[in-house]
């Protein structure tokens, strides 16, 4: 990967998170914003497979961790984000190719991503989440992620392929 | 990094490594506390994009007022309703007025006394809010360590008091929320003088509330009376009388050693915009610092 490449994806991921925290705080609902770091590492996942979108899942989930105003113990989105990646990439063969299949894609990944990160906070402690706020949260993060998909989802995905070095079919 | 093709099983190597990385992350960060080692990161991220976030937040704010524009007459006709549903009560409030106004004499005489204090205020906008995904209430200001913003220090506005600042880079800072769950803070009661230790509960969204637990279990709690801060030492993390809230709910519980108040914060949690941080009097800013003495003409 050549570095203007990599230069472009940290770019990406950093503009996702900036937009997520300062743009769409102001189109929350009930403090619930699209993730939209979480979007990027699904195309990413669609477009390019899960090792790519493993690492891009670490490095989107380390920028969310680590920009303000966060404060919690940095990692956990990582972990999520991995995850998420990893996971996407496994079912792309299936989900690469239609529109429904990717919004299933983005659903079921917020849907584990927003857990796991829920999740390891209940084990951290960090802070100790209650159950009911958990299951209050997400599906309102899944349904937003959904909505945003279509505008968001095809415009990275059509970047990654861009992106993408040339190479020999397959 | 090489695509995976389709035929090829995905290599577990880089999942196996990748969530390893993840985990010594965590441990590091949830281990080192205040001195962990990502510290340094974390201030230098907070650095790139805190001016990036001040920038998104100044470009998208004329856009936030746009759909005021399109308010309906409908919409306006049911403001004029709860407007006046509003006017009516607080009429009916201002009958019992008489009640009251041992308690407002009360909450006067410690705003005055904050004031005679002289807390000088820095200025700052809200650019960014944490999502509720990431389940902590913080936000960022556009006001950093070169406004002489520093770690524990109290955040307000004009409704009463905001939070406190966890941690200042150079343009911008942290700010936990009142609501957040880690948040603690001192509060006394307007009317009693009592004192007890106010949680935040970390819901987001519709009714904002925080349970204060009072020091005193023989102490008698109103509905509707006033708290304010009680203030730490040195003012760090929260200067002493800024109003928090009132009180909304009342649970004694014999059994339990405390008393029970359930606060429902002055602050609109959902709509922050313009806030205050209070430093230290003769702190070097960049910016135009409030100073409630100077402007009174006291000093």
Known sequence: MSALRALLLTVVLLLAVVLQVSVFSGLSYDGVVPNLALLVVVAAALVRGPEFAAVLGFLGGLAIDLAPPTHHVAGRWALALVVVGYLAGRVRQDAGSSAVGAVVTVAACSFVGTSLFALSGMLLHDPAIPVGQALKVIPVAVLYDVLVTPFVLPLVMRLFRRLQPHQVAF | ?299
């Open chain 2, 1 to 299: 990094m090489r695509p995976t093709s389709p035929g090829r099983r995905p290599s577990r190597a880089v999942l196996a490594l990748l969530l390893l990385a993840s985990f010594t992350l965590i441990t590091l960060d949830a281990r080192g506390g205040d001195d962990s080692p990502l510290e340094p990161v974390r201030s230098a991220m907070g650095d790139v994009l805190g001016p990036v976030e001040n920038a998104t937040a100044a470009t998208v704010r004329p856009f936030a007022a746009i759909p005021g524009f399109f308010r309906t007459t409908g919409g306006l006709r049911r403001d004029v309703a709860r407007l006046e549903a509003e006017n009516s009560q607080l009429k009916g409030e201002l009958a019992g007025v008489s009640v009251d106004r041992n308690r407002a004499a009360e909450l006067d005489g410690l705003l005055a006394t904050s004031k005679s204090t002289g807390y000088a205020l820095v200025p700052a906008r809200v650019v960014a809010m944490g999502p509720a995904q990431s389940f902590s209430r913080t936000v960022t200001i556009d006001a950093g360590t070169r406004a002489g913003i520093r770690p524990d220090m109290t955040v307000l506005n004009n409704d009463g008091l905001v939070g406190r600042v966890v941690r200042a880079d150079r343009s911008t800072a942290t700010v936990l929320l009142l609501v957040d769950q880690d948040s603690v803070v001192g509060g006394r009661l307007g009317s009693s003088m009592e004192v007890g230790l106010l949680r935040g509960r970390g819901t987001v969204g519709g009714d904002e509330q925080l349970d204060l637990d009072l020091v005193d279990p023989s102490a008698t709690v109103n509905r509707d009376d006033v708290l304010v801060t009680w203030g730490s030492k040195k003012g760090a993390p929260y200067v002493a009388g800024v109003p928090i809230g009132r009180v909304t709910a009342v649970a004694s519980t014999p059994r339990q050693q405390s008393v029970q108040a359930v606060i429902s914060p002055y602050v609109d949690f959902t709509s922050l915009d313009l806030v205050g941080v209070v430093v230290d009097r003769n702190a070097k800013s960049d910016r135009t610092v409030i100073r409630a003495g100077s402007m009174e003409g006291s000093r």
